[in-house]
């Protein structure tokens, strides 16, 4: 599960990986693909890293004890590692984004974290030609490589 909407609108200063502590139902879910990262954002709370907003679909074969789509989750990450966050975060301008949920090679549910800048409505535009004129160029060529 990606959030694309992070990547347009946001310029990634530094990344980090994080644990998530889930439910059962929430993991089973997450299996199956059912979760959406649009407008979530992860905070530092109590020297605690909290993922907001994230929206992890019921999961069908579970019967009355499901567990609540848009509950705040707890991110995993050291001590270190919030505290050097939350020093970025006081600066004027950043945001903790999350930008992706996945499974590492052992299993365990991950989640990609962001420190982040909002971009401006130029920059967005600059990027939007810039990615336009890479697949001009690359498909340019793929017609030469034919030959």
Known sequence: MVNKKAYHNFEL???YEAGL???????KSLRTGNA???GSYARIANDECWLVGANIAPYQQTNVSNHDPVRRRKLLLHRAEIRRITVKLEQRGFTL?????????RGLAKCELALARGKRQYDKRKSITERQQKRDVARDFKKY???
């Open 13 to 15: 200063v530094d990344k």
């Open 36 to 38: 959406d990262l649009s």
């Open 145 to 147: 490589r034919g030959r």
């Open 97 to 105: 984004v999350p930008l992706r949920l996945y499974f590492n090679h």
């Open 21 to 27: 502590e889930l439910v059962g139902s929430e993991v």
